[in-house]
């Protein structure tokens, strides 16, 4: 992990209705890092990915991302809200791996893969090809580039999913409870391929329910409660001596 910050989030805050669903949120992830974001249904985690990713608008506070203010850009001492296309451009850099794998459904693994390199990146069909290929035999799945979502298993779905993530080059990937909808046996085989990932350097947030995960890979571990970040620092202390009663009653109802 270098000394980088990645990603910034500074008094973060997003309601729907007068509902507050994120509640002053501040975290930094550097470079290289992997950051675990845990806590109960209903605590933001998703709308706190969705607002870095640019899913959803923050109301006020702001987020850095690749050096970058999110959603806005700068021309000379003001600040402009971004447009569609620049927004569009921003998030090409950050990747997001769901819950549910979102495959295209009328396309082959490998074309799920290169699709987003070809049409928004302007890679060459071939270039593409051959680096979705790499990217599909690092997931553990040469063997199914010509297969179709419908022919894959839920964990082989969601491996063709960070492949089809990798190949826009992101320098920060989101993953939102990414084995969640698995089979319980399905588990590991995604599990292994984010630690592969996180092995090589890639800038990781990751929202989860799996303590092993968080324990083992992760370095460290945010806990979000009621729209507010309760409590963030390394993994192996958050997780085994929080300092919030509220995240030692969470991590003690889930372990
Ligand atoms: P988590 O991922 O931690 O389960 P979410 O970020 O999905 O939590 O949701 C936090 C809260 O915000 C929930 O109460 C949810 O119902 C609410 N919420 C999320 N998205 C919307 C939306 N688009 N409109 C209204 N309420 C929403
Ligand atoms: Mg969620």
């Given at each position: 992990m270098s000394?980088e910050i990645l990603v910034k989030a500074?008094?973060?805050?997003?309601?729907?209705?007068?509902?507050?669903?994120?509640?002053?949120?501040n975290l930094e992830v550097r470079k290289g890092e992997v950051c675990c974001i845990?806590?109960?249904?209903?605590?933001?985690?998703?709308?706190f990915?969705?607002?870095i990713?640019?899913?959803?608008?923050?109301?006020?506070?702001?987020i850095w991302a690749n050096?970058?203010?999110?959603?806005?850009?700068?021309?000379?001492?003001?600040?402009?809200?971004?447009?569609?296309?620049?927004?569009?451009?921003?998030?090409?850099?950050?990747?997001?791996?769901?819950?549910?794998?979102?495959?295209?459904?009328?396309?082959?693994?490998?074309?799920?893969?290169?699709?987003?390199?070809?049409?928004?990146?302007?890679?060459?069909?071939?270039?593409?090809?051959?680096?979705?290929?790499?990217?599909?035999?690092?997931?553990?799945?040469?063997?199914?580039?010509?297969?179709?979502?419908?022919?894959?298993?839920?964990?082989?779905?969601?491996?063709?999913?960070?492949?089809?993530?990798?190949?826009?080059?992101?320098s920060l990937i989101l993953?939102?409870?990414?084995?969640?909808?698995?089979?319980?046996?399905?588990?590991?085989?995604?599990?292994?391929?984010?630690?592969?990932?996180?092995?090589?350097?890639?800038t990781m947030i990751v929202?989860?329910?799996?303590?092993?995960?968080?324990?083992?890979?992760s370095n460290n571990t945010a806990?979000?409660?009621?729209?507010?970040?309760?409590?963030h620092?390394?993994?192996?202390?958050?997780?085994?001596?929080?300092?919030?009663?509220?995240?030692?009653?969470?991590?003690?109802?889930?372990?």
């Open positions: 000394d500074v008094d973060v805050s997003k309601t729907f209705g007068d509902f507050k669903a994120l509640d002053n949120v845990i806590g109960p249904s209903g605590s933001g985690k998703s709308t990915l969705r607002c990713n640019l899913l959803e608008r923050i109301d006020s506070g702001a050096g970058e203010l999110i959603g806005y850009r700068r021309e000379g001492d003001k600040l402009y809200e971004m447009n569609d296309a620049q927004i569009a451009r921003q998030r090409r850099g950050i990747g997001m791996v769901f819950q549910r794998f979102n495959l295209f459904p009328h396309k082959t693994a490998l074309e799920n893969v290169t699709e987003g390199p070809v049409h928004v990146l302007g890679e060459t069909p071939k270039a593409a090809r051959e680096h979705a290929l790499a990217l599909l035999a690092s997931v553990g799945l040469a063997e199914k580039a010509g297969n179709y979502p419908a022919e894959l298993s839920g964990g082989q779905q969601q491996r063709v999913a960070i492949a089809r993530a990798l190949g826009m080059r992101p993953f939102d409870e990414p084995t969640s909808a698995l089979d319980p046996e399905l588990v590991s085989e995604v599990l292994d391929v984010m630690n592969d990932l996180a092995a090589s350097g890639m929202v989860t329910h799996e303590m092993g995960f968080a324990r083992n890979v806990f979000m409660d009621g729209g507010k970040l309760i409590e620092g390394p993994s192996a202390r958050i997780l085994s001596q929080p300092d919030n009663p509220r995240t030692a009653d969470f991590i003690r109802a889930v372990r």
